[in-house]
């Protein structure tokens, strides 16, 4: 029985690696603990619940003791300065280090020699991806000089390729790169993907964009690995099931770590609730640990543990060593064991150990998500499950089941999908019922496929295409439910604050007897925490944000509950960070929305409204003046090819110079129509954007006239003209640009502007009471000008 110290000590071993996030928050425990011990004399009854997971004796009372306090406190502390210690670090000699500060504005290119990690896996631009362990650079180009032959280095690098050279890379292949050396970039905007810290996590501190690779003559190429079976499962089920009927069957045995499935299928899984039908977890250790049990249940109770341990053992190798697999072996090797001693399993001790274990291995997968989200699922499906199912008595056993599992999962990992993501999917429930009998269908003829795939291909590809219809069936539920209106809602991401109150109420939902019966008032404080800050962010809220973005600059203006969107970028900027951004922010509709110069950049809007419904669109009526470098179907009929969506919806209106357009709190009028010129009034607040203009462009705007002074210049960064400069007279500057002008600078400098730009401070957002705010904190040397 594992004893009530040792479970203390494991919840402050997990808490002291989760408290890593507050500076000196290991201290914080261990003064926790002191004054624990210094209670140590009070009673506390241990809540029924825990008694009954745990299966504590009925009189046990809580009895804090005093050398347990102080202990689970030293432990924290000890957890947060070990997650410390094992946080990677860039060595001396790493391949990062030699990133030239001077290359920050042009290519340095290098040749590194190395040995390929894992496997190749596939980009959403199309591109080969796979880890590489660098040891030697045997040449490096930076503008103007080649210097640094072959230089010994160390130091995993992130590497991606194009699809055809990095096809058939294997394992521990001997290889040489050439591309371009970069340093990965930070969160450059508010809940941005930060492409810095997740390459640190894994242990690598620089990227190379690969052009050409070549394999390192007379190394040996290894003929079996995990790799091989893995592949040779994929090929024996896709050679008959075709795609993406073949990877998603592969992905629901294997995982879709180890998988490329199509984005497109992943994305729809994702947005209804069905990601975890996709990651190799829990329910195939159970289904492979099930049928090892069958086959086995003549022989005696030892082999049925080699075999079952066996079976595990050749999952994890084939699925990767991801934290979420490891816990759901360690459980299942745990039942095992319990099976072989006839002894009964407690779940919940099972769950604890195996997280404090894994956690012990690499501490840095308490913030790994996949890992989180298995832990809490699972969490869910041992304590939530069985009330759920009392409650359904009127149904039978089966229906119940299938209705209870997924809004256990569902009420357990929602809070932390808020944190994350900021969306709501509503159909999730309804859908993983509805689909919980294919996914068990499919998963375990995968299993039976992939075993007979290993013995006999062809058997293996006969049994593949037998889970045709029901892989068939699934994509087709999954694409309807994808299709339709509010598949996902979002609410914005929530605070900390705000995660740890809704996992309190549902800690409490299910430890309090009071709180028990009480269920629904929990859940309308926990919708109220979640519903009165959007409804009160709805009401009061204006702000302007400049996202940091390289090309087209974008600005979004979130006044109450009006949105409006000026550019998109192209699809890729549309796709990983406009669209993120409005998510994160709680946003399902843009109001309004203006492009400023449609010569450039338009396709992400394509992207923008396939998600989210725009009610306006303007632009300025000399896109069609202008257009003369376009292909006359387009200049001729610029709305309906450059905006197919919103010409059919009669969104999309033509505006003149010096008309101006009143939405809420905001004003948009385009100044000048030939130039590209636009004036903004935010809350009262004049801004002007100026696009790429020539200095006799310059000139002659300021001749005719048209500009007017604005308080926020917002531009290109690009060489400004004095006379410019005295007609708008203003008293910020931001630059949509990694690097600015010079002269510039200095002549903004001179004025007493403030001046800010993307490249060097990241999104800029504005609000009325708190004027501009910068994502990151960096000093105006760290980034060299042009």
Not at 495 to 515: E, F, H, K, P, R
Not at 707 to 721: D, R, Y
Request: aromatic share 10%; hydrophobic share 50%.
């Amino acid at each position: 029985m594992m004893t009530l110290a040792g479970i203390i000590l494991c919840f402050a071993y997990i808490l002291g690696l989760l408290i890593t996030t507050i500076p000196g928050g290991g201290y914080l425990l261990l003064g926790l603990g002191i004054v624990a011990a210094l209670l140590a004399r009070q009673r506390f009854a241990i809540p029924p619940a825990i008694v009954r997971s745990l299966r504590l004796p009925e009189s046990w009372q809580l009895r804090w003791n005093p050398k347990v306090c102080i202990a689970a406190g030293l432990v924290g502390l000890l957890a947060s300065l070990y997650f410390q210690v094992r946080t990677p670090q860039p060595a001396t000699n790493d391949v990062s280090k030699l990133i030239s500060s001077s290359s920050v504005n042009s290519e340095q290119i290098v040749t590194v020699q190395g040995k390929v990690i894992g496997s190749p896996r596939l980009t959403r631009s199309g591109r080969s991806q796979f880890w590489m362990k660098a040891t030697q650079v045997s040449q490096v180009i930076v503008p103007a000089q080649v210097a640094n032959s072959n230089q010994a280095v160390s130091g995993n690098l992130y590497v991606t390729l194009p699809l055809l050279q990095g096809t058939g890379l294997r394992s521990g292949q001997a290889i040489a790169v050439t591309g371009k050396l970069y340093e990965p970039k930070p969160a450059q905007n508010p809940g941005e993907f930060d492409f810095r810290a997740y390459l640190a996590q894994e242990g690598g501190f620089a990227g190379l964009s690969g052009r050409q690779i070549s394999l390192t003559p007379g190394t040996p190429i290894a003929q079996w690995g995990w790799w091989a079976i893995r592949q040779k499962i994929i090929q024996t089920q896709v050679r008959w099931l075709g795609s993406p009927e073949g990877p998603l069957v592969s992905s629901m045995v294997l995982g879709s770590r180890a998988v490329d499935l199509p984005y497109d299928i992943k994305d729809q899984f994702a947005k209804i609730g069905l990601a975890h039908a996709l990651a190799a977890s829990g329910f195939q250790t159970s289904l492979i640990l099930g049928l090892v049990l069958v086959l086995t249940r003549r022989f005696p109770a030892r082999m049925q543990i080699i075999s079952g341990t066996g079976a595990l053992a050749i999952f994890v190798g084939l699925a990767g060593l991801q934290p979420a697999v490891l816990r759901a072996a360690l459980m299942g090797f745990a039942a095992l064991v319990a099976l072989g001693t006839q002894r009964k399993i407690k779940p919940l001790g099972s769950l604890l150990v195996a997280a404090t274990f894994l956690l012990l291995w690499n501490p840095l997968w308490i913030w790994d998500l996949g890992f989180q989200l298995s832990l809490l699922a699972t969490l869910g499906l041992l304590v939530t499950v069985p009330p759920v199912i009392k409650r359904l008595d009127w149904l039978p056993p089966a229906i119940a089941t299938l209705i209870a599992v997924p809004i256990a999962a569902y009420l357990w990992t929602l809070p932390l999908q808020l944190y994350v993501f900021g969306l709501v999917s509503p159909y999730s429930i309804v859908v993983n019922f509805l689909t919980t009998p294919l996914i068990s269908i499919i998963s375990i003829g995968g299993v039976v496929s992939a075993l007979a795939a290993l013995v006999w291909p062809l058997a293996g590809s006969a049994i593949a295409w037998l889970l045709y219809y029901p892989t068939h069936g699934l994509i087709a539920i999954v694409d309807f439910f994808s299709r339709l209106p509010g598949n996902s809602i979002a609410v914005g991401t929530i605070s900390t604050l705000q995660l740890a109150v809704l996992y309190g109420l549902i800690c409490l939902a299910w430890l309090q007897t009071w709180w028990q019966r009480r269920w629904w008032a929990a859940g309308l404080i926990a919708v109220g925490l979640i519903v009165l800050p959007v409804w009160y962010s709805y009401t009061t809220l204006f702000r302007a944000t400049v996202l940091a973005t390289s090309g087209e600059p974008i600005l979004v203006v979130q006044d109450q509950s009006r949105v409006g969107l000026v550019n998109s970028g192209n699809e890729a900027i549309a796709s990983l960070t406009v669209l993120p951004f409005l998510q994160k922010q709680g946003i399902n509709q843009i109001d309004w929305a203006v492009a400023t110069d449609t010569q450039h950049n338009h396709q992400g809007w394509s992207q923008i409204v396939d998600q989210l419904p725009i009610k306006a669109f303007y632009t300025s009526a000399a896109s069609k003046v202008r257009a003369g470098d376009r292909p006359p179907a387009i200049a001729s009929d610029q709305k309906a090819v450059v905006f197919p969506s919103l010409a059919a919806q009669r969104h999309y209106q033509l505006l003149a110079s010096g008309q101006t357009i009143q939405i809420g709190s905001t004003a948009v009028q385009p100044v000048s129509t030939d130039l590209a010129v636009w004036a903004f009034k935010l809350y009262d607040q004049p801004w002007i954007w100026l696009s790429h203009l020539k200095s006799s462009e310059q000139n002659a705007l300021v001749e005719s006239g048209q500009l007017a002074p604005a308080q926020v210049l917002w531009w290109t960064g690009e060489p400004l003209t004095n006379s410019l400069l005295k007609a708008i007279k203003p008293q910020i500057a931001i630059a949509s640009a990694t690097s600015i002008d010079p002269d510039t600078l200095a002549q903004l400098r001179r004025n007493k502007i403030e001046v800010y730009w993307t490249g060097r401070d990241g999104a800029l957002q504005w609000q009325p009471n708190q004027g501009l705010t910068r994502t990151l904190e960096s000093t105006e040397n760290e980034v060299p000008l042009l």
